[in-house]
Structure formats: structure tokens, C-alpha cells
């Protein structure tokens, strides 16, 4: 247990915050003596994965737990399904690499996501095409008010866009242990369809991709416009795309042809990167501030010594914009502490 801790190394916007306590656990009786010390002090916990979804607006009163829990383990299935359990302190993208060195498919799309596999189903996280959904088996939880272990199982978790039951009403009340996966041994699902991924396969020459061939586009892809955090201070992507019903987007439609959609019956996915930079913000720097210069999705610690409070003042200017243009209220993708 460490007293005063600073906190910047283990958030990937850098940004500078203090702990009362801080402790490191690697196994989950670890982590019940430190949520019980927490409990006979009456501190607040801040659970801490990979830190790529947070940002820190002051400093933390509280006991900060860093979760180191690691191991991976296999079950077959049948001759074409594997299940992998993952323990909540593997790096997401080290996880993703070694299923697809054994050549277990279903992650690919999801290469280069940072953070931890334990922060993986709260937010349900997803791009070009898959989300945590489409392979989740289980997961295992602590529960912190009983200090038991509780299984999840796919229904259970009630995932949504970016959502889960992790971020309802489970929100503070359980850290997640260990994930497992179903994953395709041979007979794997190659999704191409989203995004820039069939360019960017074109682009390398690759016309029969492997999932590993998928994978390296994905970085490709990933790499060319979204900044490495070790470089500049960022989470990703920032906001969640809104979405809006048909009848708004087609009202907006008459004011903004150009206007981009994605429409799932009755409602409509706008991209929040599109509102964004059709609001002026790309690129744009405030202080220690800006919008990505290539991804306008992303904010960045531009200088390296913004303060969370910097940051989210920022985010709330864009909010207010993209409001005010086009009655669109974004929504933060990040957790504010």
C-alpha cells in the first residue's frame, strides 16, 4: 500500500492526479483484502485496467487498485470452437495477438484496441464490424458488496452499443475477474465489409485475407489515424457515435445533404467524428487542448500537460457545439473520475 500516489502512469491521457492510497493486487484474495481495507476506512475504490478510458479531473480521495490479474486458459469445444478465459489483466491487444498466433479467429477486427480484456465487456468495445458480444461466453465478477464471485453469462450482461449492465445498474459494484471467448479454430468468419478494411487489404495485396491478414489491416488502419497514446496523451475515441431516430435524420438531411447515417430501422447511427469536424473542431487546439488533426474523435493532451479538467472543459465546448448546429447531444465514450 502506497500513500500519495501519482496516477499518471496509469492513465493514458497522462494526465497528473494523486491518490490517497494506491495498491497493486495480482490474485483475487489480494484484491478482497485491499477492498476490505478500503471498506474499514470507508474509501472510495477506483479500479484501474489498462487506463485508456478514463479521465482524471482531480485528484482521487480514495484507495486506487490496480488490477494485475493474468493468465490465459483453453478448452476445446468441438472441431472448429475454442473457448479462451482471459484473466481481467491481460493486455487486450498481447490477448489478441496470441489467438491469432494459434490461430483462433473472431478477434481480428478488434486488434490494436488498448486497455485490458477485464475492461472489454463493461463497454461492450467493437469496431470495423465486431463487437465483445459476438464471442463472449462468460465472465466472472467480484461483487463488492459480498465479496462473492458471480458468472455473467451473455443475456445477463444485456450488451448495447458501447453498453453493458456493467455500466447500469452493476456500475461500481462489481470488478470483472476473467473473460471467456468462443473463437473459430479452422473454419473462421472473415469480415471485410466494414470500413476501410477491403481498401486497405487491396492496398497490401491481399485478395484471399487470413484473419491474420485482417488484423494487419486493422493496425494499418488504426496506425494511419489514430495517435499512439505513449506519443500524445489520448483515450481513442472520445465520444460515442449518437443515435437519432429517422425522423431527425431526415429532417437534418434537408438542412445538410452531405449529412452522414448509418440506419438501423426506426433510428439512424450518426458518426460523432462527422459532427465534430462539420462543427469547426478538427484539428482545433485550446491551450493545452485539441482535436485530433486526423481523427477529430479523438481528443489529445497536445502538450502534455493539460489537466483533466482542461480536457473535459474541452469536450464540453464540442458537446455544445454540435448541439447547437445540429440538436445532436454527444455523449462521452470515457469515464470521468
Known amino acids: 500500500m502506497q500513500e500519495n500516489f501519482s496516477l499518471q502512469p496509469f492513465n493514458t491521457f497522462g494526465v497528473e492526479a494523486y491518490s490517497k492510497y494506491f495498491i497493486e493486487v495480482h490474485t483475487i484474495d489480494e484484491l478482497k483484502e485491499a477492498i476490505a481495507f478500503s ?46 478465459t482471459a ?3 491481460e493486455n487486450w491487444h ?14 481480428e477486427n478488434l486488434s490494436l484496441i488498448p486497455g485490458n480484456v477485464g475492461t472489454s465487456p463493461m463497454q461492450n468495445i467493437g469496431a470495423y464490424g465486431t463487437e465483445i458480444k459476438d464471442v463472449f461466453v462468460t465472465c466472472k465478477a467480484l461483487d463488492l458488496e459480498s465479496l462473492d464471485v458471480k458468472s455473467f453469462n451473455l443475456e445477463e450482461c444485456r450488451f448495447g452499443y458501447r453498453d453493458s449492465i456493467f455500466k447500469q445498474e ?33 492496398k497490401l495485396g491481399l485478395e484471399n485475407p487470413t484473419i491474420q491478414d485482417v488484423s494487419k489491416a486493422v493496425i494499418h488502419i488504426r496506425q494511419s489515424k489514430l495517435p499512439d497514446p505513449k506519443e500524445i496523451g489520448n483515450a481513442g475515441s ?18 445538410f445533404e452531405n449529412i452522414q447515417g448509418y440506419p438501423n430501422g426506426d433510428f439512424v447511427k450518426v458518426p460523432a467524428g462527422w459532427l465534430i469536424e462539420q462543427s469547426g473542431w ?18 489529445v493532451n497536445a502538450t502534455g500537460n493539460a489537466t483533466g479538467k482542461e480536457i473535459f472543459d474541452f469536450s464540453t465546448q464540442i458537446i455544445q457545439s454540435v448541439k ?7 455523449e462521452r465514450e470515457v469515464n470521468i473520475i
Not at 447547437?324 to 454527444?330: T, W
Open 39 to 84: 471498506t474499514s476506512n470507508n474509501l472510495p475504490l477506483l479500479l484501474l485496467g489498462g487506463g485508456s478510458n478514463i479521465l482524471l479531473t482531480k485528484d482521487f480521495s480514495g484507495l486506487a487498485i490496480k488490477l494485475n490479474l493474468k493468465g490465459i486458459t483453453e478448452e476445446s469445444v468441438d472441431e472448429n470452437q475454442v473457448w479462451l
Open 87 to 89: 484473466k481481467a489483466g
Open 94 to 107: 498481447e490477448f489478441v495477438l496470441y489467438c491469432l498466433n494459434k490461430n483462433y479467429g473472431g478477434l
Open 170 to 202: 452493476g456500475k461500481g459494484r462489481y470488478v470483472i475477474l476473467e473473460v471467456t471467448f468462443k473463437l473459430t479454430t479452422e473454419h473462421h468468419y472473415i469480415k471485410t465489409e466494414y470500413g476501410a478494411i477491403l481498401s486497405e487489404l487491396k
Open 238 to 255: 472520445f465520444f460515442k457515435n449518437p443515435t437519432i431516430p429517422l425522423r431527425q435524420f431526415k429532417e437534418l438531411q434537408q438542412k
Open 282 to 299: 478538427k484539428g482545433k487546439q485550446i491551450g493545452n487542448v485539441a482535436s485530433h488533426q486526423l481523427q477529430a474523435l479523438v481528443i
Open 324 to 330: 447547437e448546429k445540429y440538436d445532436i447531444e454527444l
